[in-house]
């Protein structure tokens, strides 16, 4: 066939069809989407800092731009709230991609409290002893430089700070503040990836143990990407099985009840293998990112090798973002599929409660015995997850609320307790840490109590939350095994208490470094909202209770 012939066919083609509407203009309500783009500005802004600021000012500059950014990011979620966002005028925002509701809202606000206490313990600068005249901080003096080189040693010889974590910070927290509120499978991955990359490069840059905290960042690369890699499969699946990437058109092909079917996807519509081999492949994704069992592996490891403050920001941050965007894809999505993947979950919350309790006692090194803790939380959520009533959302909610400000509060504490290595992270160096510093070790004993739920702290009240909801669910035998690995739990809690309180401290020990005012803030916030959610939580389950309606 000839060139001309196939020209002529394009344009007889062209003339027959209707005439190609014109592509509409995008309607972005900037209003409603306020706090993840105050974020995302002030993200850029501290890319510019890097650039153009002398490098004596940027720290300041720095932390000045995030504090801002990230308590104007607060404000507006505080608005959106008043406005009525939350309940009545819940609504679905930027085209069909981002959902403006009181889930959204709640976990978007919590994550920016936490990212700001977080900030603070990343600003820390007066934990090492000045080098060469210079404070420094947890993170390496020039991340480029080869960890023991020439180029290292005169970088930390000059002074140098790698201040580029400010800006990776705010990238992360505008990737999770999109990640619960996403309303089409396109969004959550792009979301998922703008956080995630952040975190790869944040676990990279410890001052000290560079070379466990770059294995630790490899380790938690090659993983995320893989589970990264699982979630985009799953997501081109179900589009080939409902034939779009909206939350409610997928939800309606689930349920059978779409209109106007187009008659190339009528096929593939009726292809149950394509829905559930999608939908397992997201929520592993998922799972992958709250750290659940089986895919939990990378956890101990990129917590243990981790600068510490990062640890903390990432178990607290990340943990609410993954499962807001875990309830919204089960609650709103795969309703109808709620027979095929509650089965699941069941294992999945049974074998990631009693795993991570149970490797938990056998730890030696405090970071990991906090990681392998945050895997059996995981599971405790998981048991308000499978409830499937509006209470098991609100109680997910408020646990999340509660468990993130007592772990960024317990790894600042870890971050206080050093010797000449740095951190001292053996269990064996805490020995009557409480003789030594009394004060230090009761904070740090109230958050383990916090964790292993003891009444008047928040843990108590989020697990009684939670359980009560997978009770009411149908879940009994689910809260049985939630109640035992708590007791397992507590005994390693109580035994990292009795060795503070109980040993002989050794001469050679740690000493406990005094921090600036910037640590103690965010240890004190820990304990105060570690006691006020424990003693008085009826507010707070009320505010949850009331952000519990996802919209649909």
């Known amino acids: 066939m000839s060139a001309s012939a196939v020209h002529s066919l394009w344009t007889t083609a062209a003339t027959a069809a209707e005439p190609i509407s014109k592509i509409d203009s995008p309607k972005i309500e900037y209003g409603q989407l306020s706090p993840t783009l105050i974020v995302v500005g002030a993200a850029i802004i501290g890319v510019l800092v890097e650039a153009f600021v002398p490098r004596k000012h940027r720290y300041y500059a720095q932390l000045f731009v995030s504090v801002v950014a990230l308590t104007a990011a607060f404000a507006a979620v505080v608005a959106l709230a008043e406005g009525g966002y939350g309940t009545t005028k819940a609504r679905i925002a930027a085209m069909g991609a981002i959902a403006v509701d009181g889930p959204a809202l709640f976990l978007q606000g919590t994550i920016l409290l936490a990212s700001l206490v977080g900030l603070f313990t990343f600003a820390e600068r007066r934990l090492d002893p000045e080098v060469h005249g210079n404070r420094v901080d947890s993170f390496a003096a020039q991340a480029a430089s080869v960890p023991g080189s020439d180029s290292e040693q005169a970088a930390v010889k000059a002074g140098f700070t790698t201040t580029e974590v400010f800006p990776l910070l705010l990238f992360a927290v505008a990737g999770m503040l999109v990640f619960p509120s996403a309303n089409d499978l396109l969004t959550l991955f792009i979301a998922l990836e703008v956080f995630s990359l ?39 699946l179900l589009y080939g099985y409902a034939g779009s990437v909206s939350y409610a058109t997928i939800a309606q092909v689930v349920d059978g009840t779409v209109q106007n079917v187009n008659p190339a996807l009528a096929d593939t519509m009726g292809n149950d293998a394509l829905l559930l081999v999608g939908a397992a492949m997201i929520v592993m994704g998922l799972l992958f990112k709250v750290g659940a069992v089986p895919f939990h592996m990378w956890t101990p490891d990129v917590y243990q090798g981790a600068p510490t403050p990062v640890t903390g920001f990432m178990a607290a941050a990340t943990k609410v973002a993954a499962f807001g965007a875990l309830l919204r894809l089960l609650y709103v999505v795969l309703p109808g599929l709620r027979w095929d993947w509650r089965p699941v979950m069941w294992g999945v919350a049974i074998v990631t409660m009693l795993g991570g309790a149970i490797v938990a006692i056998t730890q030696t090194d405090i970071k990991r015995l906090l990681a392998y803790s945050s895997i059996a939380h995981a599971g405790f959520i998981l048991a308000g997850v499978i409830a499937t009533t509006p209470d098991g959302v609100s109680s997910v909610l408020f646990y999340l609320a509660a468990y993130s400000f007592v772990t960024i509060g317990a790894f600042a504490v870890v971050t206080l307790v050093r010797d000449a290595g740095g951190e001292a992270t053996h269990l064996s160096k805490w020995a009557g840490l409480g003789r030594r510093s009394p004060l230090v070790a009761a904070v740090f004993a109230v958050f383990l109590l916090a964790f292993a739920g003891i009444p008047l702290t928040s843990g108590f009240a989020g697990k009684f939350a939670v359980f009560k909801a997978a009770a009411e669910g149908g879940a009994a035998p689910l809260v049985v095994v939630g109640v035992i690995s708590s007791a397992i739990a507590a005994f390693f809690y109580i035994r990292v208490i009795v060795l503070m309180f109980f040993s002989e401290p050794k001469p050679e020990g740690p000493t406990v470094a005094v921090p600036s005012p910037l640590t103690m803030t965010a240890i004190a916030v820990g304990v105060a909202v570690t006691l006020v959610l424990g003693v008085a939580p009826q507010y707070f389950l009320d505010l949850a209770n009331q952000a519990g309606v996802f919209v649909r």
């Open 198 to 236: 952040p975190l790869y490069l944040l676990c990279a840059l410890a001052r000290r143990k560079r070379l466990m905290s770059q294995e630790a960042a490899v380790k938690y690369f090659l993983l995320g990407a893989f589970a990264s890699a699982f979630t985009l499969f799953g997501i081109a």
